[in-house]
């Protein structure tokens, strides 16, 4: 049975806190009746979507294969590390802190904004802030707008500051760390007398197909004693000026170059 607030002249009427508490209860009440338990029911729900999600990204993923970009190559001087777009502000905001102290950016900052998102429902509880005479909550409204535009202007600078020219885009086929190393010395020690696809020295010796010409045996032996396959040639043995490991990353490399290749 159900008490009944007593009337009268000088019945002290309920608060607006009072109010809304009872109004949320009898909405959340009627709510909690016409839906259904969080468990197992929604945890169900979740988790039939996520199947879902996650079979549509591995069928993309079969059908068109996922995008890998070349082995990691240590020598290699042209790939600038830069993290992903939404990390970018954070590694803008690192360029501002001295050296020593960067492992406050990196560890305590972020630690720091998790927390207080933790603790954000316990702050905004719907008081006046004290000699201001606007709400927490505008407070932290108007906070987390600065915040969002400090995090757009960061990344913007990090986009700013980009070296594109250092950035190269890799294509046909994926390399493998010794092909790399081959393509690297190549471009150091050849490029100077022979051409591949148009690009190297103009009016240099063409290498295209000579990967369909010659096996990745030949091709070592003919880097390293050139007379050896052909007596008549006038290229340097380059036996004395690069290893037989540096040779054979060489002979790799160029044996990708069938015929019609372009790389």
């Known amino acids: 049975m159900t008490q009944e607030r007593p009337t009268g002249p000088f019945t002290p009427q309920p608060s607006r806190r009072e109010t809304e508490r009872e109004e949320y209860h009898r909405i959340y009440h009627e709510f909690k009746e016409k839906g259904h338990p969080f468990w197992p ?5 979740d988790l039939i979507a996520i199947l879902i ?14 995008p890998l970009g070349n082995v990691a190559n240590p020598a290699s001087r042209e790939f600038v590390p ?8 954070l590694f803008e905001f690192l360029k501002y802190i001295p ?35 606007i709400s927490v909550g505008s407070l932290l409204r108007l906070g987390g707008a600065a915040l969002m535009l400090g995090i757009v202007f960061l990344t913007f600078q990090a986009y700013k500051t980009s070296p594109p020219s250092l950035v190269t885009v890799e294509v046909g ?10 393509r690297n010395i190549y471009e150091a020690n050849c490029i100077a007398c022979h051409q591949i696809a148009g690009g190297g020295f103009k009016g240099g010796i063409p290498l295209d197909g000579v990967g369909s010409r010659m096996t990745v045996a030949e091709l ?6 050139p007379r050896s396959i052909n007596p008549r040639s006038n290229m340097p043995g380059f ?14 490399y160029l044996s990708l170059f069938k015929t019609g290749a372009r790389r």
């Open 173 to 182: 086929p994926r390399l493998t760390a010794t092909q790399q190393m081959g």
């Open 220 to 225: 070592h032996s003919f880097i390293e004693n």
């Open 239 to 252: 036996s004395g000026t690069l290893t037989h490991t540096e040779v054979e990353a060489v002979s790799q």
């Open 53 to 66: 999600t996650l079979g549509v990204l591995l069928t993309f993923i079969i059908i068109e294969g996922a």
């Open 41 to 45: 029911d929604a945890i169900f729900e």
């Open 82 to 89: 830069r993290p992903e777009w939404y990390f970018l502000f």
């Open 99 to 133: 050296g020593q102290f960067e492992w406050l950016g990196i560890a305590l900052v972020p630690a720091l904004f998790i927390i207080f998102l933790v603790l954000l429902p316990f702050i905004d509880r719907g008081q006046q802030a004290p000699s201001l005479g």
